[in-house]
C-alpha cells in the first residue's frame, strides 16, 4: 500500500523535471502546423479563399481583400518563427491577436479549439520559446557580448 501512494509522488516528481524546452518546442511546434496547414488550404484555392473572405468571414474594418492576404502571411510567416524559436513570443502574440478575430468575428463557436491554442500560446508569450530555439541563442550571445563589453570598461 505504501508503494502504491508514493507512486504519484514519484511520477509528479519526474513530470516536474520536463524541461521547459520540451513543452515550449511541442507548443511551437502543434502551432506553427495548425496555422502552416490553414495558410497552405487558403494559397491551393485562393479564388476559394477571397470568396470566403468576401462572403462568410465578416471582418470588422478591413476589406475582404485584404484580411486574406493578411491572414494567408500570417498563417505562413509566423510558423517559420515559432518553427526556429525566433521572436518567439512576437510569433504568438501575432497568433493569438489573429485566433482571437476569428473567434470574435468569424467562428463564435469554436471555442473549444481556440482555448486548446490560447494555452499554447501563453505558454510561449509567457516563458519564450526555451532553450532549444534561435531566441536562446542570441540571448546568450548578447548577455556574453553585453559582459565583455561590461569587463572592458574596468
Known sequence: ?????????????????????????????ALANVF?????AKLGNWDGTLFLFSDSYKVPLLPPDLAAYMSVSLELSMPILLILGLGTRFAALALLGMTAVIQIFVMPNAW????????????LIGQGGGTLSVDAVLSALLKRRSRALAQSKT
Open 1 to 29: 500500500m505504501k508503494t502504491l501512494l508514493r507512486l504519484p509522488v514519484a511520477l509528479t516528481a519526474l513530470f516536474q523535471r520536463l524541461p521547459h524546452a520540451v513543452i515550449a518546442l511541442a507548443a511551437r511546434m
Open 36 to 40: 502552416w496547414q490553414s495558410g497552405q
Open 112 to 123: 473549444p479549439i481556440h482555448i486548446q491554442w490560447l494555452a499554447m500560446m501563453l505558454v
